[in-house]
């Protein structure tokens, strides 16, 4: 309903409109002006207040991301394959592995970026024992690692050829049991060991089996 004006037995206007008042016998607005001018700096405290709440969860969240992704660098802690995934990504790591392997978590050292190792540890363990335990997968930075990891074939007691992948493979017969890859096109050598010696050349001969872990 639009604003009426009427007349009264006394003769005195009213007003029909809830936004207006006699006071006086004159006719003024309500004051709504001091809610109009609080409303607006309560609605901005919240806003700011819903804000500040959610900076603090991410710094928070931020802050224990980088303290897990330090222990599991330095090797102090063992992970999961999808956690493993999520620090080397999360950290712009280069890491090379044979894949993800059932009843096994991984601990990763890569506090050197250019040298970096990754154990395959079965659950329940550690993994600090001695590096003849378990199997490791190391990644380091090798200019030229294709030709150096051929030339190598030439040692006493080398053995040489290139894989279905076309990286470079080498190991001494003697000792089967530490296998070296040099990619194809990439400064970067591979070392797979396995204290069962079939099992390290078995990986580096398999397609796609040594792949950057993403």
């Known amino acids: 309903m639009g604003i009426g004006i009427l007349q009264d037995e006394s003769g005195v206007r009213t007003l029909l409109d809830h936004g207006m008042r006699e006071v006086s016998g004159d006719y003024k607005p309500v004051k709504r002006m001091r809610v109009r001018y609080i409303l607006p700096h309560i609605i901005t405290a919240l806003v700011f207040s ?3 709440l959610s900076v603090e969860h991410y710094i928070s969240a931020k802050n224990s991301n980088l303290q897990e992704d330090l222990l599991v660098i ?14 080397v990504v999360r950290n712009g790591l280069t890491v090379y592995w044979v894949g993800a392997e059932s009843g096994y978590k991984y601990l990763l050292n890569a506090a050197v970026p250019s040298s970096i190792s990754l154990r395959y540890v079965p659950v329940g363990s550690t993994g600090q024992g001695e590096k003849t335990t378990y199997r490791e997968v190391g990644t380091f930075v090798s200019a030229g690692a294709f030709g150096i990891t051929r030339k190598a074939a030439s040692l006493d007691n080398g053995v040489g050829f290139v ?9 001494d017969s003697r000792d089967p049991t530490n296998v070296y890859l040099g990619l194809k096109n990439k400064d970067i050598q591979i070392e797979v060991f396995d204290p069962r010696p079939d099992q ?11 792949s950057k872990i993403r």
């Open 163 to 171: 894989n279905v992948d076309g990286h470079a493979v080498y190991y």
């Open 50 to 52: 819903l804000l500040s």
């Open 74 to 87: 330095h090797g102090a802690k063992t992970v999961d394959a999808q956690e493993l995934r999520d620090v």
């Open 200 to 210: 390290a050349l078995a990986k580096v001969m398999s397609a796609k089996t040594v």
